[in-house]
């Protein structure tokens, strides 16, 4: 019997040393053997500044930029029928977040003239694009731009209504190559208005589509227009580091 006891007590010594009451409240010692493992802050276990989370997030994604831009070059280069498409391809760093854009340039047009019915090899470049951040969690907004040439028809069908009805048409040509529609945030078009060569504003490169993955959904079309922070994908090899 006694020696039942003195395990039981042994027993509970490795598990709480002391319980007692102090003040009204219980106070609780576990044995250093059962201290909890050190969590990792940056996981969201613990604590840590924010300058911390901040410079991981920014790694992060940082890191995540670079993958898809990998991975849509590769995808361009493997693809004989977009064979030459690769400057249409432009990737670059905004406020709001990663930025695709499907650009005319070099004579390469994403749509005919005048018209929101976009060209074959533009439905597989978004193809490529919907499979590359497939995977990611941001929200995308989509828009649409044109050159400053003045486009009006007899109705009244303008620049605005041309960049809207292509940038929901880049909308329905990701959705069908299996993009997520409820990660679709907006879709916007914007006629001329955030001309990307703000130098030549009637320049082909202007026409385009714009695809941006969104960093935080609550603020994620602010007013002021950014150039972003362009990603060279031709100086990023696409080879295992």
Not at 37 to 45: A, Q, R, T, V
Not at 120 to 132: I, N, R
Not at 230 to 240: F, K, Y
């Amino acid at each position: 019997m006694l020696i039942v006891i003195y395990l039981l007590y042994v027993k509970l010594s490795e598990t709480i040393h002391i319980n007692r009451l102090l003040g009204g409240r219980h106070l609780f010692l576990l044995n250093k053997a059962e201290k909890s493992p050190e969590k990792d802050p940056l996981k969201g276990e613990g604590k840590a500044d924010e300058e911390q989370l901040e410079e991981f997030r920014r790694e992060q994604e940082q890191k995540q930029f670079e993958e898809t831009a990998i991975a849509l070059k590769t995808a361009i280069a493997a693809n004989p029928d977009l064979a030459g498409l690769e400057e249409n391809l432009l990737i670059d760093k905004t406020p709001d977040g990663l930025r695709i854009q499907l650009v005319d340039q070099h004579g390469t047009s994403m749509f005919p003239s005048g018209n929101s019915n976009m060209m074959a090899h533009t439905e597989k470049l978004l193809a490529l694009v919907a499979d590359a951040i497939g995977d990611i969690d941001q929200k995308i907004a989509i828009k649409g731009h044109t050159d400053a040439t003045p486009y009006s028809t007899a109705n009244g069908y303008s620049n605005w209504e041309l960049s809207a009805e292509r940038a929901n048409a880049s909308r329905r040509a990701l959705i069908s190559a299996g993009f997520k529609p409820d990660r679709v945030a907006s879709v916007e078009g914007l006629a001329a208005t955030e001309p990307y060569d703000k130098e030549n504003p009637t320049s082909e490169v202007n026409r385009r589509i714009s695809i941006i993955l969104l960093q935080d959904e609550t603020t994620f079309l602010p007013k002021k227009v950014d150039d972003g922070k362009a990603i060279n994908i031709d100086t990023i090899s696409s080879e295992p580091q």
